[in-house]
């Protein structure tokens, strides 16, 4: 795999350099409200505009259908690019239209242009071959080689993270090199006791993560949405707490199959609606009233898994373990946060929900030793599975 630094060595001075990035960052209107993704690409852009480089930047935000939404305009982003990068940068409002020519066109050595939102294109996602292509040699008229750092995106098979790879010599950036080291570290051999956290909304998105880590673990803990479809294959009643009827039996097959690894919650934070200002009660797993809904996992459970990631060497932690985005239901997510910044030895945090509780929590970042840009991308990783953008950088 051709590297970032290979591509400096061999110079980049007045040479137009295409970068792949993930700056799918969070919205609220216009105002980002979490810049990680932007901070995570800037030691690859600053590299190049240092080394002369005339750099155009492409990336996705959000899930717009193949055509302009307002809403999903990486405008806000370009702002914030330059004030990180401390320097101007010029926006396209297309992305390869008349306006993303002109500007890629008028760059001069150690210059940045940001396209508009791929995905305002249908060749950026389509299943069509021939469309998707299309679309790819189009971006690729914008770059004499081609950077990917968008870990984030190399689980999709996209033009821009395919396609584009390749019609034009290519170059994996820092960002994806370092997210590959760590998730290999974390498929070989890693240091035991090895600890799985896995939190979010529903136990259908990480099934296959669950299949693939818990015979290689030495204890998996399980918070978040998705506890209580094994909750409910215990024979217990979960009120209104999210549910999936039809992963019941696979999660009691689990929990058979993999008896003494998997832990639970054993206390509940219930609600009687899903509400800052609802009523919140501290219940036993087995007893969240009728009509109530789980919001987090209760301080019996917090302490439980503190205490199995406290004798972990190895931990890697996927999805919260309740609502931390409102106040009450943030203790969950917090406290086992916390004590995975006390782990003495390698911690992973897998993208996604998770290094956004790290950073609006106010967490350190530092507490850890990865925090992941790609919550899909990580999972699949670990699953085993074949990263398009990977194979395509490998090529």
């Not at 290519?170 to 939190?199: C, I, N, S």
Request: hydrophobic share 45%; aromatic share 6%.
């Amino acid at each position: 795999m051709n590297t970032l630094d290979a591509l400096l060595s061999e110079g980049v001075s007045g040479r137009r350099v295409l970068v792949r990035a993930d700056l799918n960052v969070p919205l609220d209107g216009d105002r980002i409200t979490d810049d990680g993704r932007i901070r995570a690409v800037l030691p690859t852009l600053s590299a190049l505009l240092g080394a002369g480089a005339r750099v155009t930047v492409m990336s996705h935000l959000g899930r717009p259908k193949g055509a302009p939404e307002p809403k999903y305009s990486l405008a806000p982003v370009a702002r914030r690019l330059g004030e990180l990068i401390g320097g101007e940068v010029a926006f396209a409002d297309d992305t390869v239209g008349p306006s993303a020519k002109g500007i890629v066109a008028g760059l001069a050595d150690g210059q940045l242009a940001l396209l508009e939102n791929l995905r305002f294109n249908p060749g950026e996602t389509s299943k069509d071959e021939a469309e998707r292509t299309a679309f790819a040699r189009e971006l690729a008229a914008f770059g004499e080689v081609y950077v990917d750092d968008a870990f984030g995106a190399v689980h999709r098979k996209h033009a821009s993270v395919y396609d584009v790879a390749k019609l034009l010599r290519h170059y994996a950036g820092g960002l994806v090199l370092r997210e590959l080291e760590v998730l290999g570290k974390l498929t070989g051999e890693p240091q035991r006791p090895y600890v799985v956290v896995l939190g979010g909304s529903k136990v259908s998105d990480k099934l296959a993560v669950i299949e693939a880590l818990a015979p290689k673990v030495d204890e998996l803990l399980i918070g978040g949405g998705m506890c209580f479809t094994f909750l409910k294959a215990l024979g217990y009643e979960v009120g209104k707490s999210l549910l999936e009827d039809d992963m019941v039996q696979t999660c009691r097959d689990l929990l058979e199959r993999f008896a003494g690894k998997i832990k639970l919650p054993t206390d509940i934070v219930a609600a009687d609606r899903f509400a800052a200002d609802a009523q919140v009660r501290t219940v036993e797993d087995s007893a969240i009233p009728d009509g109530w809904l789980g919001l987090d996992i209760g301080p019996d459970s917090v302490t439980a898994f503190a205490e199995a990631i406290a004798g972990a060497r190895t931990v890697f932690w996927n999805g919260p373990m309740g609502v931390f985005e409102l106040a009450p239901f943030a203790a969950g997510t917090r406290g086992v946060a916390e004590a995975i910044t006390k782990v003495d030895g390698f911690t992973v945090v897998g993208g996604g929900d998770s290094a956004a509780a790290v950073r609006s929590l106010g967490l350190p970042e530092d507490g850890f030793t990865h925090i992941s840009t790609g919550g899909g991308a990580s999972l699949e990783y670990l699953e085993g599975k074949s990263l398009p953008g990977v194979a395509a950088l490998e090529g």
